[in-house]
């Protein structure tokens, strides 16, 4: 019997595509620090580089867990499973053909 | 005696001009469905032109007057008051200096 990569007690993360993400969704996932410090180091790594924990953001696992389902459902972010880690990349070029210079802007602001 | 033009049971609203506004709070305001359709309705007005019973919003006077206070420490309009009327304007140059494009993004977005 071969040991399965994924986890087996952990349901794939779903996905909304950018395409499918409101106006408001988008706006909303984008105004808290928490999830802006996430897409900004997401914005400055290599795809899938990043897992789960290796954020600098003063949170528990829940809170966390929670905010990375909000940029999910946003279609801010993906998310797949490399054994018992959850690696990340920003989908930047998807999102940005949906809500064109949003991203950009948020990334371009140095004050939060 | 000369009748007040102002309602003297009224303070003036307290304003915040854009250039003091944090990236989240401008975010924030905006990811809201109410609030947006008061800043697409000032922008196709003519300044001071709305009173703030002159949105077509499906909000109580108490909520409506939330959201006027979120949109104004947001740095997004200006209000005065001319008797017993408050008028309203969006403050698009300025909040354009502060974060640009993003306001222009959010009305330019025909889905909310």
Known sequence: MTKARTNPGR??????HPRDVRLITALTALADPVRLVIVRELASSTDWDRTCGSF?????????????????????????????????????????????GLLDFVLSEERV
């Open 11 to 16: 349901p794939p993360a779903a996905h909304v």
């Open 56 to 100: 600098d953001v003063p949170v528990g696992k829940a809170a966390l867990s929670h905010h990375f389902t909000v940029l999910r459902e946003a279609g801010l972010i993906e998310q797949r499973d490399e054994g018992a880690r959850r690696v990340n990349r920003l989908r930047r070029e998807e999102f940005g053909d949906r809500f064109p």
